[in-house]
């Protein structure tokens, strides 16, 4: 094993580990994924993240080939994210409690706030139920995920798309945390939804200041900045 796959095994054990740590999954329930070499590697099926190794994690070709443990049941999203989507190199699904709430009713989320622009357009789309390891839902995934960067699953869950390991953990914290103020806003009912033009104008800002697109490199981004001397 080289020096850069060891990184990054231990890069995917700590952002693991961090899903838990900050409530968007539990137990042996999510997966993820990051490119590497000529194929991807992913965690293994049901095993804890506390209880997981570097070692742990496996490797896997674009044929579903795999070498060391028994990949994660949804090995298939992954790949078929991965293979069709050049823009991303990780891929985050998790059960967190609020998305999946709204996930189990079906519901797309509208632009009811403006950060639902950081998923890429105007809604946070759900895909219809599948069941869970299939192509079926693969094929369901790819297509909630077109021009987005997260979508929910039908009564399952949400997936979270990123160049990154740590922009894809913050992707699915801010789908989290969007579903649940739509939960609360819906307890008053329907909130009002910001029109296609200015869903435009702010996906437009966002993508022009960087704004929203994750954890990015001081002096990234068109972002004012206080003067020196």
Request: aromatic share 6%; net charge negative.
């Amino acid at each position: 094993m080289t020096d850069d796959e060891r990184d990054l095994r231990t890069a995917m054990l700590a952002t693991c580990r961090a899903m838990d740590a900050r409530g968007i999954n539990q137990g042996t329930a999510g997966n993820l994924s990051a490119r590497f070499g000529t194929g991807f590697l992913i965690t293994p099926s049901s095993l804890a993240y506390d209880r997981m190794r570097p070692e742990d994690i496996v490797e896997m070709g674009w044929d579903g080939s795999y070498v060391g443990r028994r990949p994660s049941s949804e090995w298939r999203f992954h790949r078929d994210i991965l293979q069709a989507r050049g823009d991303v190199d990780v891929v985050l699904h998790c059960h967190s409690a609020f998305a999946t709430s709204v996930a189990c009713h079906h519901r797309t989320i509208p632009a009811f706030h403006y950060m639902v622009g950081v998923m890429g357009g105007t809604t946070l789309r759900c895909a219809p139920y599948a069941t869970f390891g299939t192509q079926e839902l693969s094929d369901a995934a790819l297509a909630a995920l077109e021009g987005r960067m997260a979508c929910l699953l039908g009564q399952h869950g949400q997936i979270a798309l990123g160049k990154t390991l740590e922009a894809a953990l913050w992707m699915a914290v801010e789908v989290e945390t969007l579903a649940r103020m739509y939960l609360q806003a819906l307890a008053i009912g329907e909130p009002p939804v910001l029109s296609d033009a200015e869903m435009a104008r702010v996906i437009a800002q966002m993508q022009r200041m960087s704004y929203g697109l994750g954890p990015e490199e001081e002096g990234v981004g068109d972002i004012a900045r206080p003067r020196k001397g």
